[in-house]
């Protein structure tokens, strides 16, 4: 395997069951990942003991299998490796690069995002009282292509967007963990929805900040429902009925724009899904929905 090899990953955090939209998610990775002979892995990302349930990762676990969506190798738990994202926040902050920040989120709003205690710069002690850890930004335009959407641009701005990356709670952040894992397990391209597409200038700064260079990313747009929202477990979602799963595949590739005529006849779940690789034209996906 040579370092230009092809690793993707779909990342669920299990708030709930497998939805529709999160399916086309797991299958836009999923086919992006075959078509280029590459490695596919699944990673729960189950950072938050208030929001997720050891209950939602199995049905989740077990959503994935029934539609044939199987990791290449061991699935990864965040839960699994606190040590390892202690050990980042450690680094970080000797470096200067996170700080403790012990300001609540009116004090923050009160004073336009800066903090009022100089956070910052080491000045505040917060000593007994609850604190967070953030990643000390720097203002940066961002560019970069995504494989999708084009040419993209995000500013970034220092001190007001910097990302909490271990809660006050004592759990640690998303912003950090996405990009500590996908760096340890070799992910160099990100299929994700375009929901996600805010946060990808922040993790550029951090891949960059851990010394790894940034992947290619693809947001793809996310399912909205009647209403217009997107698909997610607070609007209610509905559950994927796993003994529907070659429907709800078919679905799937339907809402990615992909050539239905291909698949008929196929309903052998590993045809449809190899046969759906074969295929797989990605710039055939619809991006007025985004
Ligand atoms: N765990 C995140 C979510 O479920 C996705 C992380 C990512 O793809 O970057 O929204």
Known sequence: MTDSHYRGRFAPSPTGPLHFGSLVTAVASYLEARSHKGTWLVRIEDLDPLRESPEATQR?????????????????????????????????????????????RKQLQENNGRHPEHCREGEAEPGER????????????????????????????????????????GFYAYQLAVVADDIDQGINHVVRGSDLLDMTAQQQQIYRSLGAPPPYWMHIPVILNAEGQKLSKQNHAPALDDRKAEDNLKQALAALGQDQRLLAGTSDIGTLLARAAANWAPERIHLTAR
Not at 81 to 103: E, K, N, P, T, V
Not at 154 to 159: D, G, I, L
């Open 60 to 104: 989740i676990l077990d959503s994935l299998d029934a539609h044939g969506l199987h990791s290449d190798e061991p699935v990864c738990f965040q839960s699994e490796r606190h040590a390892h994202y202690h050990a980042l926040i450690d680094r970080l902050l000797s470096q200067g690069l996170a700080y403790r920040c012990a300001c609540s």
């Open 130 to 169: 609850p604190f967070a850890v953030r990643f000390a930004l720097h203002d940066e335009r961002s560019t970069w292509h995504d494989q999708l959407l084009g040419p993209q641009s995000q500013t970034v701005h220092a001190e007001l967007d910097d990302p909490v990356i271990l809660r006050k709670e």
